[in-house]
């Protein structure tokens, strides 16, 4: 019998047994959570809403609020992922914690029919950051605006839809390799982003900016023009810096479409766990977050040198008001690219810099398909859902579920020009589901008392406090400041009547299909009731 | 016929006394405990004069009372580790002469055991509620003896029962893993161990396999991807079957009504393989929730009715 004795002094003696396995490396965790974190592809997509819509609030104090916020919600999920470690995430603790209905309902809305909203943000996000600045450059204006026009964005939806689906249908382990590798890559390109706004004055910028538009767009001294349309349109710039608070305090609620994210993907594998996995996890997620916070900074305070603040929030402002400068989206890498006076040389830039969507795309219906069998698996959807064909290993059915209504959301999404407002509705129902998954981390030591006394999260105290109950109950704060905010100010367009029976009926529906499931099964003498009763010990 | 279905416990002492009142609360007329019933770790806990001291999850407790060492006793065998009281010179000991741990191991798994079994004889009314265990790759052969002599369980690994004319064959052993346990065998060895009991079995429309290692690529046997240092690639984010392919065709093959299985724990589900349904509850054991499958079968049509995986 091979063992092993752990300590100096030992205080734990293993003996050879299965799944006895080594933590996995931090460095895995932190790409997932910069990746999740995305700041290219979701947040300087989000910087061309939040600066338009909130101009007196500060972008990089937002973020840096916002960070310092979320790093709570990461203390009290490192606590839920060593507690209850396995990968299913939200929908294992709540219908654990909390019950099986909630369960449900909060990871069918948060982690399944809400990624129908998000298959077409992603898609656009891949129009306006790939497509869009690649014509531009191969000298095709007309071709590059199709790709901002409804058909050309249902198009480019459908191709995400379908990339993300064939990667679920590989499954993960090439996926996985790919997707590090398009950190790297993506890191690079944007080193290189860094390098050109760095050793390039404003008036470099200026003159490059005229030059290329002139040339790819043929429109006459850009950069004034830029200026002198956000002014005809009424747009006032405030220059970076510090406050007032009350605007930046309303932009935090927008940064969650990017910052919300560090605790994607993380999972726990292992049944030896320690105060050092707490601290695993907990570095994974919070590191990612914050080497986000700090790319994006960097990004700004670069752009506010080279490429000069008021003009960076005139271009956003332009698009925001649906006139963009050139007719398509003001993507700040393109712009940035145009620095180099070579046509091969911003296609390769383009090309490298997208690496950081595809090495993001893959995570669009994972969580999706996992949420989709453990709810067959527990009998509320039909075990065809869970089904996977033996001879290609496809998921079909889930597929289905998923793929099919992201195509008629994108088709809704392409087509109406007001439901792509509602882009912020993505955000907030998986916000609601971090709500009660918050909340379960805060009563986990009163629900499952003998469950926290044995998790290695319950040593973590500050004068005594627990402090991941106490991270729950900030998480709780920040995600119902977002709530009340997203609710009551019209600004982030998701309070208007049809928003919010959209997202209504994402909840009404999983309401039904769990409570259909109730009485179906009940008739089959199957009570859905009995997943989650504890046995008792005694 | 109502059967109750749970495995991996791993010397979780919670998981055991839950299995143990799984029947009345299911309403179970048997229930099966699938194997790898023994634990992986064993914590010692130091006799000084005067206090204990103990080392639990990386925190050290020094212990002064009867009180708080029970506590933390029953705290460690519910988690599924062996508290193993030692003076320090016996821990010294342990720590130089891995000989001398497994030595102690084996003498806590069995006392685990006996204990484990005389808390059956009361809960299971002495062998009234039938209760059949087999073993695991992980559970150490001298389990084996101890579970056949005990009158309250059946012990029927390698065997073939009767159930009220159903047939159950179980079989512990599984595919090769990388941490070279004890009951593994080549997938040629181990699709002749299921044979050589399967080619008993009267008429395999009745029949159940209740074999610890799932088959290969079904689902039901996905693992994280692991590197040669059994660290988990990419975050943990990559899974890969790592069932049985002898067991998978020997389903294919004999198509029984119901085939359970655990010993992946990560991969909770169910299968349909062709007329077979395959179920692995998965195990959480370290969470203190016994995971299992209660499983209705129809002894006149002879099919699987019902059939729920529970978190009990």
């Known amino acids: 019998m091979a063992t092993e004795s752990i300590g100096e002094t030992p205080t734990l003696f293993l003996r050879k047994a299965t799944g006895l396995v080594r933590g996995w490396n931090v460095r895995d965790s932190i790409i997932y959570a910069v990746m999740a974190t995305n700041f290219v592809t979701l947040g300087i997509y989000e910087f061309t809403f939040a600066g338009p819509a909130f101009p007196k609030g500060q972008i990089i104090t937002s973020i840096v609020i916002s960070a310092i916020l979320v790093s709570f919600l990461v203390v009290a999920y490192s606590g839920l992922i060593v507690t209850i470690p396995r990968a299913g995430g939200d929908y294992v603790w709540q219908t654990r914690i909390l019950g099986s209905g909630l369960g449900f309902v909060m990871a069918a809305t948060g982690w399944w029919f809400i990624l129908w909203l998000w298959a077409p943000i992603y898609g656009n996000i891949l129009s306006v950051q790939l497509f869009q600045p690649l014509w531009a450059t191969f000298g095709s204006p007309g071709g590059a605006a199709w790709f901002g026009t409804k058909t050309g964005v249902f198009v480019v939806c459908l191709i995400t839809i379908a990339i993300a689906g064939v990667i679920v249908s590989l499954g993960m382990a090439g996926y996985a390799k790919l997707q590090k590798w398009c950190f790297y890559g993506g890191l690079v390109g944007f080193a290189v982003v860094v390098i050109l706004l760095l050793v390039n004055n404003h008036a470099a910028f200026v003159s490059s900016f005229n030059l290329e538009g002139q040339k790819l767009f043929g429109v006459h001294n850009a950069y004034a023009a830029t200026n002198a349309a956000a002014k005809k349109a009424g747009y006032s710039t405030y220059s970076m810096g510090f406050g007032p608070l009350g605007p930046t305090l309303a932009l935090v609620p927008a940064m969650m479409f990017f910052i919300l994210w560090p605790n994607w993907g993380s999972t726990l594998y292992g049944e030896i766990r320690g105060a050092s996995d707490f601290k695993r996890v907990f570095t994974g997620m919070f590191t990612g977050l914050w080497i986000t916070v700090i790319l994006t900074i960097i990004f700004l305070l670069l752009v506010a040198k080279t490429v000069g603040w008021d003009f960076y929030q005139n271009l956003n402002s332009l698009d925001y008001n649906l006139t963009p400068q050139f007719g398509i989206w003001p993507y700040p890498f393109l712009f940035a690219g145009w620095l180099v006076h070579n046509s091969v040389f911003q296609v390769i830039l383009i090309l490298v810099l997208s690496l950081w969507f595809f090495g993001w795309v893959g995570t669009l219906f994972l969580s999706s398909t996992r949420v989709i069998f453990a709810a067959a698996f527990d009998r509320v959807l039909p075990d065809r859902a869970a089904e996977v064909s033996e001879k290609r290993k496809v998921p079909l059915y889930s597929l289905i579920l998923m793929l099919l209504p992201a195509a008629g959301l994108s088709a809704v999404y392409a087509y109406s020009t007001t439901f792509r407002t509602y882009t912020l509705d993505a955000t907030l129902v998986i916000a609601v589901t971090y709500l009660f998954s918050a909340i379960a981390v805060v009563v986990l030591p009163w629900r499952k008392p003998d469950l926290w006394a044995a998790s290695p999260a319950s040593r973590f105290k500050f004068l005594g406090v627990p402090i991941v109950p106490a991270a729950g109950v900030v998480t709780i704060a920040l995600l119902v400041f977002d709530l009340v905010e997203w609710f009551s100010n019209d600004l982030y367009f998701v309070n208007n009547k049809d928003s919010l029976i959209f997202m209504g009926a994402m909840y009404v529906l999983a309401i039904i299909v769990y409570v259909t499931a109730r009485i179906v099964r009940q008739r089959q003498g199957i009570d859905l009731g009995m997943i989650n009763k504890e046995i008792p010990v005694e | 016929m109502r059967i109750f279905f749970a495995t991996d416990i791993h010397g979780s002492e919670v998981c055991w006394r839950k299995f143990l009142n799984s029947a ?237 299985h655990g010993h992946i724990h990560e991969s909770r589900g169910i299968k349909k393989m062709n007329r077979t349904l395959a179920i692995n509850p998965g195990s959480v054991y370290g969470d203190g929730v016994l995971q299992g499958a209660v499983i209705d079968l129809d002894a006149r049509k002879a099919k699987v009715t019902r059939y729920l995986l529970v978190n009990g």
């Open chain 2, 24 to 260: 009345a609360f299911y309403k179970a007329d048997l229930v099966v405990l699938g194997g790898d019933v023994t634990g992986k770790a064993m914590v010692p806990i130091t006799e000084h004069t005067g206090y204990w001291q103990v080392t639990v999850r990386g925190e050290t407790h020094r212990l002064e009372t009867r009180e708080e060492l029970d506590a933390i006793v029953a705290r460690i065998r519910n988690s599924g580790f062996y508290p193993a009281m030692v003076s320090p010179d016996e821990l010294a000991e342990l720590g130089a002469d891995p000989a001398a741990v497994d030595r102690r191991f084996s003498t806590e798994m069995l006392s685990s055991l006996d204990r484990w079994l005389d808390m059956a004889d009361g809960k299971l009314r002495g062998g009234e509620v039938p209760c059949i265990l087999n073993g695991g790759n992980d559970d150490i052969f001298e389990i084996d003896d101890v579970l056949e002599s005990s009158p309250c369980v059946s012990f029927a690994e390698g065997k073939l029962l009767d159930l009220d004319g159903f047939s159950l064959v179980s079989m512990g052993w599984t595919n090769p893993t990388p941490w070279d346990t004890y009951r593994e065998a080549p997938e040629e060895q181990l699709a002749e161990k299921i044979e050589s009991v399967a080619r008993q079995v009267p008429d395999m429309g009745r029949a159940i396999f209740n074999f610890h290692a799932p088959p290969y690529g079904t689902g039901l046997d996905e693992a994280p991807a692991l590197d040669e240092t059994l660290r988990p690639l990419h975050g943990g984010a990559v899974m890969k079957p790592v069932g049985s392919t002898a067991v998978r065709d020997a389903i294919l093959r004999h198509q029984p009504m119901l085939s359970v």
